[in-house]
């Protein structure tokens, strides 16, 4: 039986291709390549270059491969930008959604691995997040996500597919032989922001915010590290092969570090002089996201192994080094 991982070109989906390939599975990407990369496509997976949106390339892929479950990273996925073009966002991943469980309806694929995100809960009452406490997105990325759960819950119930929807916190770091990393070309995302600082792309990292009611006024966020997560995913697809229920699981390292202590983690990684900005706060950021993850330590079995931040960091740097320009261009 193959796996097939939609959006599998991208940052999270390609470690994810990877680490599948070094468990035994048999593996299929599909991806539209908007922010993906072909070359971060490990070659012993089959590519399929399209759209998730379109169900006749899903059909075929369905025919041509027995695939017994679905990994599903696709989607536009930056906050900023779904303030400005919600139907894009509710297009492109509710619609993505609607597409992928349609074909899989059609196709008898029983079990899906879901991309969340901790963007569902919006501004939380307190951290520790659980998975049970509220769901308030404050922008349509996170309501982009939350209704593709409530998808997932509906047509799980009445064609009987089994879902996990894993709920990321910040998601950071390259693979530990600096062969893979991230590579989004506008990027927002603080740890590869704060390394283009010492790869002398930018001068500076200007902080968004130093008025926060935390412990140096700065965001509080949890990162994980990629293959700590990618583990998630593979613990969550044999879960559901084991005739697991659905179950929606929070992916944090439990600990939460302020932009500030990100900066500092980042300088002793890479042993560079980094320049900070104080800036203004931006639109829709949530003071503190930490999230509580017991749950899928205790159903999943998942243990993060690498939580400190200078060495997430320091796997970052190292494929950034190798990669100055990022992934080659080639289709
Ligand atoms: P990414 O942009 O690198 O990956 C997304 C991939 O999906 C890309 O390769 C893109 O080309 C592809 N794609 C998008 N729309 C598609 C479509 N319609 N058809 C086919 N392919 C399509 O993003 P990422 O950082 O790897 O995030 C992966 C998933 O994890 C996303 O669903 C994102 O919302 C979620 N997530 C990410 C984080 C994080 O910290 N990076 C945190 C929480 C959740
Ligand atoms: N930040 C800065 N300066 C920058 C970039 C970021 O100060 O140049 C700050 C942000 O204000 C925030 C923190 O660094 O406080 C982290 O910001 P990111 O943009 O790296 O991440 P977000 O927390 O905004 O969002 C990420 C993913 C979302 C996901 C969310 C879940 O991008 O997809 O984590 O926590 F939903």
New binding site residues.
């Given amino acids: 039986m193959s796996v097939l991982v939609c959006g599998g070109a991208g940052y999270i989906g390609s470690h994810n291709v990877k680490a599948l390939i070094e468990q035994g599975e048999d593996v299929i990407v599909l991806d539209n390549l908007w922010t993906g990369h072909k070359a971060a496509v490990p070659e012993q997976a089959k590519f399929y270059k399209g759209d998730v949106r379109d169900g006749a390339i899903l059909d075929k892929i369905f025919t041509e491969h027995k695939i017994d479950a679905v990994l599903h990273f696709c989607a536009c996925?930056?906050?900023g930008e779904s303030v400005e073009k919600p139907l894009l966002y509710f297009n492109n991943n509710v619609g993505g959604m609607q597409s992928l469980l349609e074909a899989m309806t059609r196709n008898h694929v029983n079990k899906i691995v879901f991309s969340s995100?901790?963007?569902?809960y919006g501004e939380p009452k307190s951290v520790p997040i659980f998975e049970d406490d509220p769901t308030n997105p404050t922008n349509p990325?996170?309501e982009s996500?939350r209704i593709m759960e409530r998808i997932m819950h509906w047509v799980g119930l009445a064609h009987n597919i089994k879902y996990v929807s894993l709920?990321?916190?910040?998601?950071?770091g390259a693979r530990h032989d600096g062969s893979m990393g991230e590579d989004h070309r506008n990027e927002?995302?603080?740890?590869p922001?704060?390394l283009q600082v010492p790869l002398k792309k930018r001068s500076h990292?200007?902080?968004?915010?130093d008025d926060y009611k935390t412990k140096d006024g700065?965001?509080?966020?949890?990162y994980v590290y990629i293959e700590d997560l990618a583990a998630a995913h593979i613990l969550a697809l044999n879960y559901l092969r084991d005739g697991g229920e659905s179950e929606i699981f929070n992916l944090?390292s439990g600990d939460g570090y302020s932009?500030m202590e990100?900066i500092n983690a980042a300088r002793k990684a890479t042993g560079r002089d980094i320049p900070v900005e104080i800036?203004a706060?931006?639109a829709g950021?949530?003071a503190r996201?930490v999230a509580d993850s017991k749950k899928a330590r205790k159903i999943l079995g998942w243990s993060p192994k690498v939580t400190r931040m200078e060495d997430i960091i320091a796997t970052a740097w190292r494929w950034h080094l190798g990669h100055p320009n990022g992934y080659p261009d080639i289709e």
């Fill in positions: 996925s930056l906050v995100s901790a963007a569902v990325y996170g996500k709920r990321y916190f910040n998601v950071a927002t995302h603080l740890v922001i704060i990292v200007t902080v968004y915010g700065t965001c509080i966020r949890d944090g932009v990100m800036g706060r931006r950021d949530p996201l």
